[in-house]
């Protein structure tokens, strides 16, 4: 068995494109939730995920402040861990889906593209391969507020601080 974490940023950095998506996602959806901008899945010391600052889809080893991150804490087989780093490695390198990020969030236009990835997104995708979580099969309908609102309303998770 191992364990992995689901980070989610929970303070909106300087960045602009960070302040855009927090706006639009605290108007239009998930007001609960909406004090989420990014998402990483953790796995060991090392986190993947698809960042605009990073350029794409990449892993890193990242320090996770307490006072702007939450998480969720699993346990999956060892199984659907190696199906995840799989299915990782052949996205590793894509770019990060900038015009997704756009529709999806200020405009509600959600749009499927396989060769760019946003955050919830891809982490939407690699918990696919975990069994026993309820997501639908449309990753790209997800933010990273959405996700936290669907892990822990239909799937009895905690977010952990």
């Not at 969030?105 to 069994?131: A, G, H, P, R, Y």
Request: hydrophobic share 35%.
């Amino acid at each position: 068995m191992v364990n992995i974490k689901i980070y989610f940023y929970k303070n909106y950095t300087n960045n602009i494109i960070s302040r855009l998506i927090h706006f639009f996602q605290t108007i239009l959806k998930c007001k609960e939730y909406a004090k989420y901008t990014h998402v990483e899945l953790q796995i060991g010391e090392t986190s993947y995920s698809s960042s605009f600052m990073d350029g794409g889809v990449r892993k890193k080893n990242i320090n996770y402040d307490e006072s702007h991150w939450d998480f969720i804490e699993m346990i999956i087989s060892e199984e659907e861990m190696f199906s995840i780093l799989d299915f990782f490695e052949e996205q590793e390198g894509k770019k990060y889906d900038l015009r997704n990020i756009f529709l999806s969030q200020f405009f509600n236009f959600k749009n499927d593209n396989c060769d760019k990835w946003v955050c919830s997104e891809l982490v939407t995708k690699l918990l696919s391969f975990v069994s026993g979580i309820k997501l639908n099969n449309k990753p790209y309908e997800y933010s990273p507020c959405e996700l936290a609102r669907e892990l822990i309303r239909n799937n009895n998770m905690k977010i952990g601080c």
